[in-house]
């Protein structure tokens, strides 16, 4: 099955894409230059007919084969809590952002299990692996930023241990998102709080190159650069 898949990828790569993607994306997978919408619906294909056969099989450090092992996770039509072993052996595999990013935002979270799913955000954010945090924190940005968990989002911002580069720049993007969606309790949370100087300041300026940010309290919270 998988190298039926990677035959295929093969014959949808695109050369300029590649090497586009190659200039953002620092993985030290093989790449072959697929577009995402093009792997979305592949996965949903996949899902219909063997998604849990496809997810255990080795991905040959393919860039696209473990990106589109990420979505079929996210596609299939079971809680999240039953899928996380799985999950959890994909954030392994990941090496870059974008495998992250493009994975986590679809995945399905109940209300009534939002509180065992944080458990195990939790857990993913006190990881060794820098994509492990990541994910986590891209988690609380697309499954969790309601004003009442608020409070809980800037206590785990603040909490953040890991030192990773693109743990650093997710974690300054869910304080720019709460920023831009609930800004008079950001503005309090930018006056004070325990944030290093490099996740407070980045934090600031993603908020002022954001066009939900009004130009108001752009110059406002200019004044709390660390």
């Known amino acids: 099955m998988?190298?039926?898949?990677?035959?295929e990828l093969?014959?949808?790569?695109?050369?300029?894409?590649?090497t586009f993607n190659s200039k953002i994306i620092?993985?030290?997978?093989k790449m072959l230059g697929v577009r995402v919408p093009i792997l979305r619906k592949?996965?949903?294909?996949?899902?219909?007919?063997?998604?849990?056969?496809?997810?255990?099989?080795?991905k040959k450090n393919s860039y696209e084969l473990i990106l589109l092992e990420g979505i079929v996770l996210s596609y299939m039509k079971k809680p999240f809590?039953?899928?996380?072993?799985?999950?959890?052996?994909?954030?392994?595999k990941v090496d870059d952002w974008a495998q992250i990013d493009s994975v986590v935002c679809n995945f399905k979270i109940d209300a009534k299990n939002e509180t065992d799913v944080l458990h195990v955000v939790n857990r993913w954010l006190k990881s060794d692996e820098e994509f492990v945090v990541r994910a986590g924190l891209i988690m609380l940005l697309d499954h969790y930023m309601k004003e009442e968990n608020l409070e809980m989002i800037f206590e785990i911002s603040q909490s953040?241990?890991?030192?990773?580069?693109?743990v650093f720049m997710a974690n300054a993007w869910l304080i720019s998102?709460?920023?831009?969606?609930?800004?008079?309790?950001?503005?309090?949370?930018?006056?004070?709080?325990?944030?290093?100087?490099?996740?407070?300041?980045?934090?600031?300026q993603k908020?002022?190159?954001?066009?939900?940010?009004?130009?108001?309290?752009?110059?406002?919270?200019?004044?709390?650069?660390?």
């Not at 620092?26 to 997978?29: F, N, S």
């Not at 592949?42 to 080795?58: C, H, N, R, Y």
């Not at 953040?160 to 693109?166: A, E, L, Q, R, S």
Request: glycine share 2%; with cysteine.
């Open 81 to 92: 809590l039953e899928i996380v072993p799985h999950v959890e052996v994909f954030l392994l």
């Open 160 to 166: 953040v241990k890991h030192d990773g580069y693109y």
């Open 2 to 7: 998988i190298d039926s898949v990677l035959d």
């Open 177 to 204: 998102v709460c920023m831009a969606k609930f800004p008079i309790q950001t503005i309090e949370f930018f006056k004070s709080n325990t944030l290093d100087k490099r996740t407070q300041n980045k934090a600031i």
């Open 10 to 18: 093969k014959t949808l790569c695109e050369e300029n894409y590649k």
């Open 42 to 58: 592949m996965a949903k294909q996949i899902v219909k007919e063997d998604a849990l056969g496809f997810v255990e099989l080795d």
């Open 207 to 226: 908020s002022r190159e954001s066009f939900r940010v009004s130009k108001e309290h752009k110059a406002l919270i200019l004044g709390y650069n660390k």
């Open 26 to 29: 620092p993985t030290k997978q």
